[in-house]
């Protein structure tokens, strides 16, 4: 009875268990880096609560004289953790829609400029009106005082928000009931 050996037995020889540690550190060292970020990520408060947006106080002046160009204005609110952005405002056949905000020169003259979004931050808000940011647009041809229109505000993170404004009087900036 004969014995066979394998000529080249496996051992752990120094250059193979430091090849092998090496080959294993570098997936623990992603690990390590990716968990350092995440702890870092959440200790700052960036982990919280996304954006909450929640739209009030929706009016829309009737236009006078001889232009149908008005303006709407909103009260947005953001309970959220995270900071949000106003990028666009739709309403059903209301045609071209812009942000828009209303700037004066040295002189007193008042201009508008316009606006491709708003922020909204996290744990707080953004009142529209007159004298600051607004919805330019054209009026429907049979508005009424009272009357509800429909909007849709798109936010970056929140997604589209849904609301009515109402139809009130040239210059009166209180806010709909």
Same mark, same amino acid.
């Given at each position: 009875?004969?014995?066979?050996? %394998?000529?080249?037995?496996?051992?752990?020889?120094?250059?193979?268990?430091?090849?092998?540690? @090496?080959?294993? $550190?570098?997936?623990? +060292? +992603?690990?390590? !880096?990716? $968990?350092?970020?995440?702890?870092?990520?959440?200790?700052?408060?960036?982990?919280? %609560?996304?954006?909450?947006? &929640?739209?009030? +106080?929706?009016?829309?002046? @009737? /236009?006078?004289? %001889?232009?149908?160009?008005?303006? +709407?204005?909103?009260?947005?609110?953001? =309970?959220?953790?995270?900071?949000?952005? *106003?990028?666009?405002?739709? =309403? /059903?056949?209301?045609?071209?829609?812009? @942000?828009?905000r209303h700037r004066t020169t040295g002189g007193g003259a008042a201009y508008r400029d316009p606006?491709? =979004?708003?922020?909204? /931050?996290?744990?707080?808000?953004?009142?529209?009106?007159?004298?600051? *940011?607004? !919805?330019?647009l054209r009026a429907g041809p049979r508005w009424e005082l009272g009357d509800p229109v429909p909007?849709?505000?798109?936010?970056?993170?929140?997604? /589209?928000?849904?609301? &009515?404004?109402?139809? !009130?009087?040239?210059? %009166? !900036?209180?806010?709909?009931?």
């Amino acid at each position: 009875m004969t014995r066979t050996t %394998d000529p080249h037995p496996w051992r752990p020889t120094r250059r193979r268990l430091t090849d092998t540690l @090496l080959t294993a $550190l570098a997936p623990v +060292a +992603a690990c390590s !880096v990716a $968990l350092g970020a995440l702890t870092t990520w959440v200790a700052a408060g960036r982990a919280g %609560d996304p954006a909450r947006i &929640e739209v009030t +106080a929706g009016r829309v002046f @009737l /236009p006078y004289g %001889d232009t149908r160009d008005t303006a +709407a204005f909103f009260r947005i609110t953001n =309970s959220g953790d995270a900071d949000d952005r *106003l990028v666009r405002v739709s =309403s /059903p056949g209301g045609g071209e829609i812009t @942000l828009g905000r209303h700037r004066t020169t040295g002189g007193g003259a008042a201009y508008r400029d316009p606006v491709d =979004s708003a922020a909204v /931050p996290a744990h707080g808000g953004l009142t529209m009106s007159p004298h600051g *940011l607004d !919805v330019i647009l054209r009026a429907g041809p049979r508005w009424e005082l009272g009357d509800p229109v429909p909007f849709t505000l798109h936010f970056l993170r929140s997604g /589209p928000v849904t609301v &009515e404004a109402v139809v !009130v009087g040239p210059g %009166d !900036v209180r806010a709909s009931p």
